[in-house]
């Protein structure tokens, strides 16, 4: 009885060929999801900033810049903003 030896080669690339190179397509984000992403962060933490402040220095008088426009309406919809681009980011496809 013969017996069936293959005798083949593992296949070893060599360094500096083309096989070595990791495939782009094989990473989820690529350069634009990054940049969206990080934009995102930035309109979150513009977001943020514009919520602080407002406290009063005496803390039996009421200060009615808590309630101001920008705490109220404007920083609210940035932040949002900065969300919805963040989760744009993460489901977008990369090309």
Do not use: Q
């Not at 083949?8 to 096989?19: A, C, F, L, R």
């Not at 602080?52 to 932040?79: M, Q, Y």
């Amino acid at each position: 009885m013969s017996k069936n030896t293959d005798t083949k080669k593992p296949n070893v690339s060599k360094p500096g060929t083309t096989e070595n190179k990791i495939d782009a397509a094989a990473f989820a984000f690529g350069r634009e999801n990054f940049i969206l992403l990080f934009i995102s962060i930035g309109l979150l933490l513009i977001g943020y900033f514009l919520m602080a402040g407002g406290k009063s220095t005496d803390p039996n008088i009421f200060n009615e810049e808590v309630f101001s426009f920008r705490r109220i309406t404007l920083a609210p919809i940035v932040v949002m903003a900065g969300y919805a681009l963040a989760i744009y980011a993460i489901v977008k496809k990369a090309d």
